[in-house]
Nanobody, 122 residues
Framework: QVQLVESGGGLVQTGGSLRLSCAAS????????MAWFRQGPGQVRESVAR????????DYADSVKGRFSISRDNAKNTVYLQMNSLKPEDTAVYYC???????????????WGQGTQVTVSS
């Protein structure tokens, strides 16, 4: 079992920045691919970014490339999502997820956090 707890969400103006954190407890964090997903109002949950177990590989949704950055600290059992140049369309609940496969499908991730709300005002 892996327990995930997100933090760092909030209200920010267009163009602002936020840094989300996801703290993991339980079984070996470094064995898991980590990802951030988001779900806006009335929308399906979509992949935002993912990072390999070592942190050597990262991938992003086209909508956030160049603005968001995912990183992890295996010593602290934490994954981060730095979000810059935020836009109103980034408004969503952001979820942290852990899995064994380096994929974009939510079905490939076994463990999920409870989510943290990010609201970007125009």
């Amino acid at each position: 079992q892996v327990q995930l707890v997100e933090s760092g969400g909030g209200l920010v103006q267009t163009g602002g920045s936020l840094r989300l954190s996801c703290a993991a407890s339980g079984r070996a964090f470094s064995n898991y691919v980590m990802a951030w997903f988001r779900q806006g109002p009335g929308q399906v949950r979509e992949s935002v970014a993912r990072i390999s177990t070592s942190g050597g590989s990262t991938d992003y949704a086209d909508s956030v490339k160049g603005r968001f950055s995912i990183s992890r600290d295996n010593a602290k059992n934490t994954v981060y999502l730095q979000m810059n140049s935020l836009k109103p369309e980034d408004t969503a609940v952001y979820y942290c997820a852990a899995g064994r496969l380096y994929g974009v499908s939510r079905n490939e991730y076994t463990y999920w956090g409870q989510g943290t709300q990010v609201t970007v005002s125009s």
